[in-house]
């Protein structure tokens, strides 16, 4: 069964392009290569409202999967978790952990990512920081346990 996915970049540089969007396009090929249909990412500003009504966009839509990059951190705009808190039905804590346990192996910075994940209505939906390198060391993460949350969503028996 292939699932749907999305990515949505939140950057208010990217938004108004002044910046590429270099993170987006890293996680929608890591989800194609997994055997997910995603569409090119969805580049919105920075900001709770912005995050909130992008994500149930993407779960009415029916998307399965949803990832978003940028936000995290604790610059002034950086408002990714809080609009993410407001869709979300049920955290997932583990795969936030494990994301800041990966990134701040890698650089110490990586304990500053404040990204939550969960579930909302049938969709699991992921914060990932908006470095290119955060998205290639998490995308092995969100995708180690996608299939299994799906199923789970679904109704299927714990292997």
Do not use: K, W
């Not at 949505?8 to 997994?34: H, K, N, W, Y």
């Not at 055997?35 to 995050?51: E, H």
């Not at 978003?68 to 952990?97: F, Q, S, W, Y």
């Amino acid at each position: 069964m292939q699932y749907s996915a999305a990515v949505i970049t939140v950057s208010d540089r990217s938004s108004r392009g002044e910046r590429e969007d270099v993170s987006g396009p890293l996680a929608v090929t890591a989800l194609r290569e997994a055997g997910f249909a995603c569409d090119d990412p969805i580049v919105i500003p920075d900001g709770a409202d912005n995050v909130e009504l992008a994500l149930r966009a993407a779960v009415t839509d029916g998307i399965r999967v949803i990832v978003t990059t940028g936000g995290t951190g604790v610059g002034p705009r950086d408002e990714t978790p809080e609009g993410t808190r407001r869709v979300l039905t049920r955290m997932i804590p583990g795969i936030a952990e494990e994301l800041r346990r990966r990134a701040t192996a890698e650089r110490p910075a990586g304990m500053l990512s404040r990204g939550v994940s969960g579930v909302a209505e049938a969709a699991v939906i992921v914060n990932l920081p908006g470095s290119p390198g955060a998205v290639e060391s998490g995308m092995p993460v969100v995708l180690s346990v996608a299939p299994h949350l799906l199923g789970q969503l679904r109704g299927d028996d714990h292997r």
